[in-house]
């Protein structure tokens, strides 16, 4: 992989390593554009706190420190400054107007709660429920109809364990609104050497018969995910085992301009 946009950093709480440390890693990788999308600050009402992203507080240092990493390796690596955000409908306008004076290069949309985050559970845990599926499915492409977001990050998430044919109900509209969109899903790599319930073949399967745009994601929680090419070799097999082609790089879209 040249291009990977989806790294995190020591910063959302949940993951290791500096900025130079994935940095440095990424060069050894031979990689060419390094993407940082660490988990986005929201600003929730009250004193609600949410614990595997960085506070609001803390996102100047974020984009200061790459911004001076930017211009230190310009000679040897691409760096890119975005962030992982979830589509919280309440919380939007305000995330918007603070990440705004940082002229972000992008955002995916990482969907890991619903609604606006308080007293949902994580979309990873297994459910059966039709009306999860449907409020996760409409509240993603709501997220993305804003138009703010570059790509959508493990577009299957959401842990259905119910009917192929419930979720193929859902799923098939969804990719489709997707595609005229004009958005790539992105294959997880994370997902598959973590062995999470993403990708699935379920869903890319269904996103293969629609024609969606695909990208691959690293989603890096350690420098070390970026030189070991094991997870790439899984993703490369699994896009050839459903028979999808991941595109090389994605054009970015600036969210805030
Ligand atoms: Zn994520
Ligand atoms: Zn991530």
């Keep these: 992989m040249k291009h990977n ?4 950093t020591v910063r959302c709480r949940h993951a290791q390593n500096t900025e130079r440390e994935y940095i440095e890693a990424a060069i050894a990788a031979g990689i060419e554009t390094l993407g ?7 600003i929730f009402p009250g004193d609600y706190y949410s614990h595997f992203r ?32 979830e589509y919280y409908p309440a919380l939007f306008p305000a995330l918007l107007a603070l990440i705004r004076p940082y002229e972000l290069d992008y955002l995916i ?3 890991h709660l619903d609604d606006n985050e308080i007293g949902l559970e994580h979309n990873f845990l297994p459910t059966d429920k039709e009306e999860h599926l449907i ?6 492409l709501a997220g993305l109809h804003t138009g703010c977001f570059t790509y959508l990050a493990h ?12 979720y193929r109900r859902h799923m ?6 997707i595609k005229e ?17 993403y990708p699935s073949e379920r869903f890319y399967r269904i996103a293969a018969e629609v024609g969606n745009r695909f990208v691959l994601g690293v989603d890096a929680h350690t420098a070390g995910a970026l030189t070991d090419p094991t997870g790439e070799a899984m993703a490369r097999e699994f896009c050839r085992k459903i028979g999808i082609t991941p595109e090389e790089d994605v054009k970015l879209i600036p969210p805030t301009r």
Excluded: W
């Excluded at 999308?37 to 929201?42: E, G, K, V």
């Excluded at 577009?155 to 419930?166: K, Q, W």
């Excluded at 969109?181 to 319930?197: F, S």
């Design 135 to 140: 409020r996760h499915t409409s509240q993603v």
């Design 155 to 166: 577009p299957d998430l959401v842990n259905f364990t119910g009917d192929d044919e419930i």
């Design 36 to 42: 940082f999308a660490d988990h986005a600050p929201q």
């Design 109 to 111: 949309l990482g969907q």
């Design 181 to 197: 969109m004009d958005i790539p899903l992105e294959v997880n790599i994370l997902g598959l050497t973590a062995k999470r319930n």
């Design 54 to 85: 960085m506070r609001p507080e803390e996102l100047s240092d974020y984009c200061s420190t790459l911004r001076a990493l930017k211009e230190e390796y310009k000679d040897k690596i691409d760096i890119k400054i975005g962030l992982e955000a």
């Design 172 to 177: 098939l509209p969804f990719c489709r609104e």
């Design 5 to 8: 946009y989806h790294t995190h």
